[in-house]
């Protein structure tokens, strides 16, 4: 096999496991109602359940950074996929508390592993081939969110049982994602991995910017994903059918952003494509909170969807570029603070609308998400356009000379 073919093969069944992944998260999270009434759990224990489970998946994630060195990435990419499969077939799958509670831990745990090993993969993958393909991989999440978004209204709209929302999913996912972890590529050998001593004293502080912004960005998605619906409908007035639409649009603007973001950072570097998500975000936050109607407000989180898709996927490439020697326990680190940012974004906006308004509240997260403007030399030089700045020239890529990929 030549090295071409590995390169393809191995990107395209990490793509397959973005796409995998937030099918399985989609199905989980649309669900909760569902989850809810079926273990019968009340609305003061539910923030507990849900909290429990980024919790538990930070700490995999630490966990992940000293796993690696042992087995590598895609070991434990191949088998947390099939775990994270398994919990959520669990979930449903219960008729007690401690079942649902059994479940989502086994779910928090092996996210963790999954969310951290599949971006130390893609950062190693972009650094073979030269240049950046992260926002694509993370273009598959989006893909995938749709999809089981999807599948859960399915579920819903003909009154399916959890298990029987859930079964058909794992059923066809399972074996195909098994069958692609064979293809994963891991650049760093054993050797290497072991060798790896960490970030290095005063590492952390090099890291913290863009933890910072990962949290951040993270308090942004969540305020979408949670208050989009009861903001159009309770603030601005629109119907109840119209209140779910904002997220679905968040999702496919999302989704576009990330299959067309490498172009831009190809063509005009990390640093310009993230500033410009920024600025395109904080103004969609803006939108929204000056809204005089719904549709006005629907304005708003599509330019939320623009501007924020791109804000992740390149703080995972930074990490890498600025640790190239440790980019996997720089990522491990860095992908606590997407849990950090699920658990504060939703009460903080929820505790801010409930004391003051939900128009100001709005402007928490887009004060917040501005603050990456400061942090945005983190990024990487202007050459860091192909993936890492230190990494062989454009004109070895993968893909010249009759080898597209």
């Not at 775990?83 to 401690?98: D, F, I, K, N, Y």
């Amino acid at each position: 096999m030549t090295e071409d073919v590995r390169l393809r093969r191995g990107r395209g069944s990490l793509g397959f496991s973005f796409f995998v992944q937030g099918v399985t998260f989609a199905l989980l999270v649309t669900r909760i109602p569902a989850i809810q009434d079926r273990y019968g759990i009340s609305d003061g224990l539910l923030p507990a359940f849900l909290a429990a489970v980024p919790i538990l998946a930070g700490v995999s994630s630490i966990v992940t950074e000293h796993l690696v060195k042992r087995v590598g990435p895609a070991t434990v990419l191949r088998w947390a996929q099939p775990l994270v499969l398994l919990a959520l077939l669990g979930v449903g799958a219960g008729t007690q508390m401690w079942h649902a509670a059994l479940a989502l831990g086994a779910f928090g745990l092996s996210v963790g592993a999954l969310d951290a090993s599949m971006n130390m993969l893609g950062v190693s993958l972009q650094r073979a081939y030269g240049r950046s393909i992260m926002l694509g991989f993370h273009a598959a999440y989006s893909l995938g969110g749709i999809v089981g978004a999807s599948a859960a209204w399915a579920g819903a709209h003909w009154h399916l049982s959890l298990f029987t929302s859930y079964l058909p999913a794992v059923v066809v996912l399972l074996p195909l994602a098994f069958y692609g972890s064979r293809f994963y590529v891991d650049q760093q050998d054993a050797e290497d991995q072991a060798a790896d001593k960490g970030l290095g004293v005063g590492g952390f502080r090099l890291l913290l910017p863009l933890c910072l912004v990962m949290a951040c960005a993270y308090i942004g998605d969540s305020t979408v994903s949670n208050w989009s619906a009861k903001y159009l409908q309770d603030v601005l007035g629109s119907s109840e059918q119209l209140a779910t639409v904002p997220y679905n649009v968040y999702m496919v603007t999302t989704l576009i952003g990330r299959a067309v973001g490498d172009l831009g950072v190809r063509r005009f570097g990390a640093v310009a494509v993230v500033r410009i998500g920024t600025v395109v975000a904080a103004g969609g936050f803006a939108v929204v909170a000056s809204a005089p109607g719904a549709w006005t407000g629907m304005l708003g989180f599509t330019l939320l969807g623009i501007g924020l898709c791109v804000i992740v996927p390149q703080t995972f490439a930074a990490a890498g570029r600025l640790f190239p020697s440790s980019s996997d326990t720089a990522i491990a680190r860095l992908n606590i603070f997407n849990y950090v940012g699920f658990l504060i974004g939703s009460p903080l906006v929820g505790g801010i609308g409930d004391a003051w308004s939900y128009r100001g509240a709005m402007l928490v997260p887009m004060a917040l998400v501005l603050v990456t403007l400061f942090h945005a030399r983190s990024f990487g030089t202007e050459g860091a356009r192909y993936g890492v700045g230190h990494e062989r020239p454009r004109v070895v890529d993968v893909g010249r000379g009759g080898n597209e990929v």
